[in-house]
């Protein structure tokens, strides 16, 4: 089986690697095909991969090649985890936006609009040529914003495209585990929303839903991550576990000051960070999959640091750093490949799923996966608050979808405007401004 890597010569793609070196059964990987524009962070990476394999029985044959077209010829599956602009481009995003005193993270907000507009249309070429050269595949979509691009994606590949992310499966995790749950894994996690802006409602485990004896005991509530970050307080009121991308959208104010002080963004850290792992692997004495495995355990440990800090949440804990997100991508995998039914919180199209959206667009929902695809589950409705933030960033979405279409200007200025975490009109409009100088990826935008 051929899986190809759209982003091959990423960071986190020896994190896919290393777990398909553990997978053992009949139908597994192969062939790895890693496709990056820059051949020297190929190089960098397949250097990793190569001492990962080192004494692995039938490791996965890797190729690298900077050929989209040749990558994807006759792929099985397609993870797409590029990143249009590089980390360069992160970094832009979050000065542009801090500048004008809104939020530049990469998928919320300011940053996040800017993202998606110079992703979607590099995202729809890959979706099309998919569909000529591999029309059997499944693509898994890692690029952030990643319900953006999937839906963005999925309008030429229909329910083929599946995105994913980690964050739900790591809340629900740790409530499972705070819980006492004997095996975290199998708790029936109740969460709805858009990627990076859901709530889990419920966690069933042994078909009794715990989540109120959580929700009644402040010292439980507060012991992990999200009671931290959030406070007891704001939780019990909103009786549900928000995702902890939605910091950025209850204590706004706070996060972006926070970003506006230190002494580097998270993009500029990631840059900077990446930029001496990639000179680093060029040393021929340098042991590369050490070198790769200390760059990753400083990246882990950091992550949302300014949000814990303004919440005065601390260090992150130990069983938090270990990602997670090559599992779900590689369990999903598995269950379309072989047919092993399982169920993962994942994007794909409503279909119906939650009543205020319609059936077109990309929501993150539990799915009941098998060889047919992933099939979203029937959910309860949003409480208002969480209904009306679900459709203003939907909406907000759709804007950036219509614009990269029709390379309207007008149209990304009011994607900008209409997000609620962006105040003024002319705010939007300095955004545009300042995102289509620093950017040649946003050219196209008249």
């Not at 705070?178 to 708790?187: D, F, K, M, Q, S």
Request: glycine share 10%; net charge negative.
């Amino acid at each position: 089986m051929k899986l190809t890597i759209l982003g091959g010569g990423g960071f986190r793609v020896p994190l896919v690697y290393g777990a398909l070196l553990t997978d053992r059964a009949e139908g597994r990987v192969t062939e790895v095909v890693l496709h990056d524009l820059d051949a020297g962070r190929l190089s960098a990476v397949a250097r990793v991969l190569a001492e990962q394999a080192a004494g692995v029985p039938d490791a996965p044959a890797v190729t690298a090649t900077t050929d989209l077209d040749e990558a994807l010829t006759g792929a099985d599956f397609v993870f797409s985890a590029i990143r249009v602009g590089g980390l360069e481009g992160r970094a832009d995003d979050e000065r542009v936006a801090l500048a004008e005193g809104v939020l530049g993270q990469e998928t919320v907000g300011a940053g996040g609009i800017a993202y998606g507009l110079r992703t979607v249309p590099v995202a729809v070429d890959i979706a099309r040529r998919v569909a000529r050269l591999a029309p059997d595949a499944w693509v898994i979509n890692f690029t952030n914003p990643a319900g953006l691009v999937t839906e963005a994606m999925s309008r030429h590949l229909g329910d083929r495209v599946i995105g994913i992310c980690d964050s739900p499966v790591g809340l629900g995790r740790r409530i499972a585990r705070v819980l006492g749950a004997a095996n975290p894994r199998e708790a029936w996690i109740d969460y709805v929303g858009l990627n990076h802006l859901g709530w889990v409602r419920g966690l069933h485990i042994a078909g009794r839903d715990e989540l109120p004896r959580l929700l009644a005991d402040p010292d439980l509530l507060g012991s992990f991550e999200e009671g931290k970050l959030f406070g007891v307080d704001w939780l019990q009121s909103l009786g549900a576990i928000p995702n902890e991308y939605l910091h950025y959208y209850y204590f706004n104010r706070e996060a972006v000051r926070s970003y506006q002080q230190a002494e580097k963004t998270r993009g500029a850290f990631l840059r900077d960070q990446q930029a001496h792992f990639y000179e680093a692997v060029t040393d021929p004495g340098a042991k590369a999959l050490d070198v790769w495995d200390r760059t990753r355990a400083e990246r882990e440990a950091t992550y949302m640091a300014e949000n814990r800090e303004t919440a005065g949440a601390g260090e992150r804990d130990a069983d938090d750093l270990s990602g997670g997100y090559e599992k779900v991508a590689l369990a999903l995998m598995r269950a379309i490949a072989r047919d092993e039914r399982t169920t993962l919180i994942l994007n794909v199209r409503n279909r119906g799923t939650l009543s205020v959206l319609d059936g077109e667009a990309v929501i993150e929902v539990p799915c009941l996966v098998d060889a047919n695809g992933a099939h979203p589950v029937a959910v309860a409705p949003l409480p208002d608050h969480a209904t009306g933030l679900v459709c203003a960033v939907k909406a907000v979405e759709r804007e950036v979808l219509a614009a990269a279409e029709s390379g309207s200007r007008t149209t990304a200025v009011k994607a900008f405007a209409l997000h609620p975490l962006v105040d003024s009109v002319n705010v939007a409009r300095r955004l545009v401004e300042g995102y289509t100088e620093v950017h040649p990826g946003l050219a196209y935008l008249k």
